[in-house]
């Protein structure tokens, strides 16, 4: 099975910072990740598919890139309503397999 | 608009059978995956398994294989989620999402087993 892992596990920062979470796959998986923002209580919600490409309706302030083992979710200036918790998801090789996520809280 | 729609939320003893369902709208239900995802109270996403619809191909988590049974019904764009004799370690919410890439997310059904 194909280990994802994501870092940090939780961070801290204000309104107008620039988040970076980075999940790490445990052997290549092309461009083949979602990264999924979820808020308490929620569904989770696809913010960007093949790695970069942004869903329809996310603002542009949300940003992905990586290809194979490494990849990133920037946040360019983090708003009140982003603070949740993010997931990335390979859906390479069977069985598909969740990063553990990051939580975005305020500072 | 593409949505999925869950069953509600389930209260059940140890031992006890279940089955909730997840109905899709507004695509073309035969020709997409559905896949399943279980949250257990506080804790993350956990990939179960995906459906194909159209001929019920199916793919398992090996750590739910055997432990539930994905099914669905193209005459009425309604994929199943299974349980044939739930543990107390079943408790969880469960979603429902369309694609290799979980585009769509139903709203999810919780499910508790306790005696």
């Known amino acids: 099975d194909i280990q994802m892992t994501q870092s940090p596990s939780s961070l801290s920062a204000s309104v107008g910072d620039r988040v970076t979470i980075t999940c790490r796959a445990s052997?290549?998986?092309?461009?083949?990740l979602g990264w999924y923002q979820q808020k308490p209580g929620k569904a989770p919600k696809r913010l960007v598919y093949a790695a970069s490409s942004l869903q329809s309706g996310v603002p542009s302030r949300f940003s992905g890139s990586g290809s194979g083992t490494e990849f990133t979710l920037t946040i360019s200036s983090l708003q009140p309503e982003d603070f949740a918790t993010y997931y990335c998801l390979q859906h390479n090789n069977y069985p598909f397999t969740f990063g553990p996520g990051t939580k975005v809280d305020i500072k | 608009e593409v949505q999925l729609v869950q069953s509600g939320a389930e209260v059940k003893k140890p031992g006890e059978s279940l089955k909730i369902s997840c109905r899709g709208s507004?695509?073309?239900?035969?020709?997409?995956?559905i896949g399943w995802v279980r949250q257990m109270p506080g804790k993350g996403l956990e990939w179960m398994g995906i459906i194909y619809p159209g001929d019920s191909d199916s793919r398992y988590s090996p750590s739910f294989q055997g432990q539930v049974t994905m099914s669905a019904d193209k005459s009425i764009g309604t994929a199943y989620l299974q349980w044939s004799s739930l543990k107390a370690s079943d408790t969880a919410m469960y979603y429902c999402?369309?694609?290799?890439?979980?585009?769509?997310w139903g709203q999810g059904t919780m499910v508790t087993v306790s005696s």
């Open positions: 507004g695509y073309r239900f035969t020709s997409s995956w």
């Open positions: 999402a369309i694609g290799h890439s979980f585009d769509i």
């Open positions: 052997q290549g998986i092309r461009n083949d």
